[in-house]
């Protein structure tokens, strides 16, 4: 089935359709979730919420850019609006932003991508969050700010904290596979 007629399949709410399109999209789009969630269920939860609001506006879909891209655009959106019902605490940070641990690529380098994404979801919630909009999505300090209703400072406080606590992380996998 191509893209076209499953788009189309969708938007006459053909079951067929819709859980094909889950099917294609759901692995991409839990790995997304997961960045952003605590734990596994609260992704789950992401997951089924960001799908519901696929199914309601899958006619909105303008194709202008890929499909993929889209959907994803709505499962970052309802990450970070659960994460605003959250109310998470962020940190300020301190003086020690510059003070960054240096580490040795290699073992970034024989970390499988489970791996690295099990480093990141152990991440402080706050951390993770700005993180994943910065590092991964590519939002700017203005934007995180704006969508998680904290100063443009916090978030990059935020990002150096985690960029420092990965770098923790790492030195301390370095040290037990030595």
Same mark, same amino acid.
């Given at each position: 089935?191509?893209?076209?007629?499953?788009?189309?399949?969708?938007?006459?709410?053909?079951?067929?359709?819709?859980?094909?399109?889950?099917?294609?999209?759901?692995?991409?789009?839990?790995?997304?979730?997961?960045?952003?969630?605590?734990?596994?269920?609260?992704?789950?939860?992401?997951?089924?919420?960001?799908?519901?609001?696929?199914?309601?506006?899958?006619?909105?879909?303008?194709?202008?850019?890929?499909?993929?891209?889209?959907?994803? =655009?709505?499962?970052? /959106?309802?990450?970070?609006?659960?994460?605003? *019902?959250? $109310?998470?605490?962020?940190?300020? &940070? #301190?003086? %020690?932003?510059?003070?960054?641990?240096?580490?040795?690529?290699?073992?970034?380098?024989?970390?499988?991508?489970?791996?690295?994404?099990?480093?990141?979801?152990?991440?402080?919630?706050?951390? =993770?969050?700005?993180? /994943?909009?910065?590092?991964?999505?590519?939002? *700017?300090? $203005?934007?995180?700010?704006?969508? &998680? #209703?904290? %100063?443009?400072?916090?978030?990059?406080?935020?990002?150096?904290?985690?960029?420092?606590?990965?770098?923790?992380?790492?030195?301390?996998?370095?040290?037990?596979?030595?």
């Amino acid at each position: 089935m191509t893209e076209e007629d499953l788009i189309k399949g969708c938007v006459k709410e053909d079951r067929e359709c819709q859980k094909e399109l889950y099917l294609r999209f759901s692995g991409k789009m839990m790995a997304v979730c997961l960045r952003y969630a605590g734990n596994r269920m609260e992704a789950e939860d992401m997951l089924q919420e960001g799908f519901i609001k696929v199914f309601d506006n899958i006619g909105k879909f303008k194709r202008e850019g890929s499909l993929e891209g889209w959907i994803r =655009r709505i499962m970052v /959106n309802t990450s970070i609006n659960k994460i605003r *019902s959250n $109310k998470v605490r962020f940190e300020e &940070l #301190g003086n %020690e932003a510059d003070d960054f641990l240096q580490h040795d690529r290699s073992i970034i380098d024989k970390m499988s991508e489970k791996d690295i994404l099990n480093l990141v979801s152990q991440m402080p919630s706050g951390y =993770r969050y700005v993180f /994943n909009m910065y590092a991964i999505e590519g939002l *700017s300090h $203005k934007e995180i700010a704006a969508n &998680l #209703g904290i %100063e443009e400072a916090s978030s990059r406080s935020q990002y150096a904290k985690a960029k420092k606590y990965l770098q923790q992380q790492l030195v301390k996998l370095e040290k037990i596979n030595l």
